[in-house]
Antibody, heavy 124, light 107 residues
Framework: QMQLEESGPGLVKPSETLSLICTVVATSVSSTRNHWGWIRQSPGKGLEWIGN???????EYNPSLESRVTVSVEMSMRQWSLRLTSVTAADTAVYYCARQGDVAYGYKYYFDYWGQGIRVTVSS | DIQMTQSPSSLSASVGDRVTVTCRASQGIRIDLGWYQQKPGKAPERLIY???KLQSGVPTRFSGSGSGTEFTLTISSLQPEDFATYFC?????????FGQGTKLEIK
């Protein structure tokens, strides 16, 4: 059973950068058939896909966040990361990492495994 | 972006009831729709993909149907562990988008 674990600070100051890491337990991120994504959930916006990366480092971002988001991968450490710059209170949310489904079957943007989530609050 | 609209936003029901949740897409998404179940304080969990295919381990009282712009999730006989929030999600068109959720509560 795949396990994903988010880690990072739970409190970020306005205008600073939010940085999170997702670690995969018991498997690898080197699969060519899956992408590795980030999703957030807030009371105001609900569930919002942030972006993803594949094992070659190709990224895709939600256009609504693209100017502030960077996702990168460290396959040897079975990790991928999220950076979100210039945060405001609107970025307060629970952030999830997730494995995206098998590209070969058209499930690239379906989320089949999720981390437990990490609550991030933006406040001074 | 494709807007996903769920109805109702909340629903009260009793153990043993049959319930249906509807999800409408603002444009056609073929059958590229998934459903997730989320319990308080937990991450969403996969339930159904490709509109009607149950993930491994999901009880057969759950079913999904639809195509194009209108989809339904049905629970044939509610069990205590089914009281949760359910989300639909389209993965047909970039960027993927979610419905706002339907909270299923015990009557």
């Amino acid at each position: 059973q795949m396990q994903l674990e988010e880690s990072g600070p739970g409190l970020v100051k306005p205008s600073e950068t939010l940085s999170l890491i997702c670690t995969v337990v018991a498997t690898s991120v080197s699969s060519t058939r899956n992408h590795w994504g980030w999703i957030r959930q807030s009371p105001g916006k609900g569930l919002e896909w942030i972006g993803n990366i594949d094992n070659s480092g190709r990224v895709e971002y939600n256009p609504s966040l693209e100017s502030r988001v960077t996702v990168s991968v460290e396959m040897s450490m079975r990790q991928w990361s999220l950076r979100l710059t210039s945060v405001t209170a609107a970025d307060t949310a629970v952030y999830y990492c997730a494995r995206q489904g098998d590209v070969a079957y058209g499930y690239k943007y379906y989320f089949d495994y999720w981390g437990q989530g990490i609550r991030v609050t933006v406040s001074s | 972006d494709i807007q996903m609209t769920q109805s109702p936003s909340s629903l009260s029901a009793s153990v043993g009831d049959r319930v249906t949740v509807t999800c409408r897409a603002s444009q056609g998404i073929r059958i590229d729709l998934g459903w997730y179940q989320q319990k308080p304080g937990k991450a969403p969990e996969r339930l159904i993909y490709a509109t009607s295919k149950l993930q491994s381990g999901v009880p057969t009282r759950f079913s999904g149907s639809g195509s194009g712009t209108e989809f339904t999730l049905t629970i044939s006989s509610l069990q205590p562990e089914d009281f949760a929030t359910y989300f639909c999600q389209q993965y047909n068109t970039f960027p993927p988008t979610f419905g706002q959720g339907t909270k299923l509560e015990i009557k």
